[in-house]
C-alpha cells in the first residue's frame, strides 16, 4: 500500500486502505453502495493524518486548491449528473 | 494556454480498471510518487456516486528550462524537490465511469497543470449482436480513458510574487514587470514554460499508462492480494525495507518527526 506522508499514520492507513479495497470491490462495484463499513477507520486516519497536514501548512494548501479548481471543475462535474 | 490529449483503450473491464486507478501507487513506474493520503472520501447520497479527494507528494525537480526564466531564487534552491498533488475522483459504478482530475498545488503561477481523465465502460452489446455468431471470444471488456492536460502559465501577471492573495496585487504585478519582466515578453515566456510542461507530460501519461498496466495484470492474475503483493516488492525495491517515509522527512522541510525511527 502506498505510504503516508504522515510515518505515524502509516498502521491505521494500512488498515483503512485494506478496508476500502474489499468494500469498494466486493460492495460498491456491485451495486451495493449506500453501506459504509470503514468509516469508523476513515475518521481514526483522518484525525491522525489532519494534524499532520496542519503542523505542516499543508491544509490551508489544500483548501485553496480545492477553492481554485472549484469554479471551472465543479460546474464541470454537474453537467455530467 | 497549451492542451494536450491523449485516448486510450484498457483491455480490461471497468471495475478492474477504476480498482486498479485507486491502487496504483506504488508500481515500478511510479518512483517518484513518495506517498498518497486519502484526504476525503463519501458517497452522494443522492448520485450513489463515490467522490475521493487524495493527495500525492511526488518527487520532482523544476526543468531547468523553465529555472533559467525565473527571478533568481525563484523556485531554485529553496524548493525542496518535492510537490504535492490535489486529486478528487468521482466514481459512477452504475453507469460505469470515472472522471479524475489532477493539480499540482504549488508554483501555479509559474505552471498550473491541470490533468482530468474520463473512463468509461466500453459498450459491448453492439459487439455481442454483431458477433452473435461467433460467441467465443465476445466478452472481450474493455474501458476507454480519454486524458486531457492544460498548462497555464501565469508568470509575469503579478501573481507569482504575490505570496498572499493580497488587494494589492496591481502594485505587485507592477513591480514584476518593471523589474524581471521589462525586457522580455511575458507572453513568450508563459508560452515557452507551458510548452516544456507539455513535453515533460507526454513521457509521464506514457509511464501512468504502464504503471496502470502492471497494477490490471497483477490483479488478473492474483486480484488485490496480488497487487498488495507486488506493492511490498516495488515499495522495497525503491526504498529499502524502511519504506519511503524516511526519505521524505529527511528531504523535507519540517522536522518535527525526528523521533520517529519506524
Same mark, same amino acid.
Given at each position: ?81 | ?32 510518487? &513518495?506517498?498518497? $493520503?486519502? !484526504? ?5 447520497? #443522492? +448520485? ?5 479527494? /487524495? @493527495? ?77 455468431? &461467433?460467441?467465443? $471470444?465476445? !466478452? ?5 480513458? #480519454? +486524458? ?5 502559465? /501565469? @508568470? ?89 517515509? #524516511? ?16
Amino acid at each position: 500500500m502506498a505510504a503516508s506522508i504522515a510515518p505515524e499514520c502509516n498502521d491505521i492507513k494500512e488498515k483503512y486502505d485494506t478496508c476500502f479495497l474489499k468494500w469498494y470491490s466486493e460492495k460498491y462495484l456491485r451495486g451495493n453502495t449506500s453501506s459504509n463499513d470503514c468509516e469508523a477507520l476513515f475518521k481514526d486516519y483522518k484525525g491522525c493524518l489532519n494534524k499532520v497536514l496542519k503542523e505542516r501548512g499543508i491544509d490551508t494548501m489544500v483548501e485553496d486548491a480545492r477553492k481554485s479548481g472549484s469554479s471551472e471543475t465543479d460546474a464541470e462535474f454537474l453537467r455530467k449528473s | 494556454m497549451k492542451f494536450f490529449e491523449n485516448n486510450f483503450t484498457y483491455d480490461y473491464s471497468f471495475p478492474a480498471v477504476s480498482l486498479a486507478y485507486f491502487l496504483r501507487y506504488p508500481n515500478p513506474y511510479s518512483r517518484h510518487v &513518495l506517498t498518497t $493520503d486519502v !484526504i476525503d472520501r463519501y458517497v452522494d447520497p #443522492k +448520485t450513489q456516486r463515490l467522490h475521493t479527494i /487524495r @493527495i500525492h507528494l511526488k518527487k520532482s525537480k523544476v526543468p531547468s528550462g523553465i529555472l533559467k526564466l525565473l527571478p533568481k531564487g525563484m523556485g531554485g534552491s529553496d524548493s525542496s524537490g518535492q510537490s504535492y498533488i490535489l486529486e478528487r475522483t468521482i466514481v459512477d459504478a452504475r453507469e460505469g465511469w470515472m472522471e479524475t482530475e489532477s493539480r499540482n498545488m504549488e508554483w501555479t503561477g509559474i505552471l498550473s497543470v491541470v490533468e482530468k481523465q474520463f473512463y468509461k465502460r466500453l459498450q459491448s452489446d453492439e459487439d455481442r449482436l454483431a458477433f452473435d455468431g &461467433l460467441a467465443i $471470444d465476445k !466478452i472481450s471488456e474493455q474501458t476507454s480513458v #480519454k +486524458t486531457t492536460v492544460t498548462f497555464r502559465s /501565469r @508568470i509575469g501577471q503579478g501573481k507569482l510574487l504575490a505570496k498572499k492573495r493580497q488587494d494589492t496585487s496591481d502594485i505587485e504585478d507592477e513591480e514584476s514587470r518593471k523589474g524581471f519582466f521589462s525586457s522580455l515578453s511575458t507572453a513568450g515566456i508563459q508560452r515557452t514554460i507551458e510548452l516544456i510542461g507539455v513535453s515533460r507530460t507526454k513521457e509521464a501519461v506514457l509511464k501512468s499508462k504502464q504503471g496502470m498496466n502492471i497494477v490490471l495484470e497483477r490483479l488478473r492474475s492474483g486480484g488485490v492480494v496480488g497487487v498488495l503483493e507486488g506493492m511490498r516488492q516495488d515499495r522495497e525495491a525503491a526504498f529499502g525495507p524502511d519504506g519511503p517515509w #524516511k526519505r521524505v522527512w529527511l528531504q523535507g522541510k519540517d522536522r518535527s518527526i525526528e523521533n520517529d525511527k519506524s
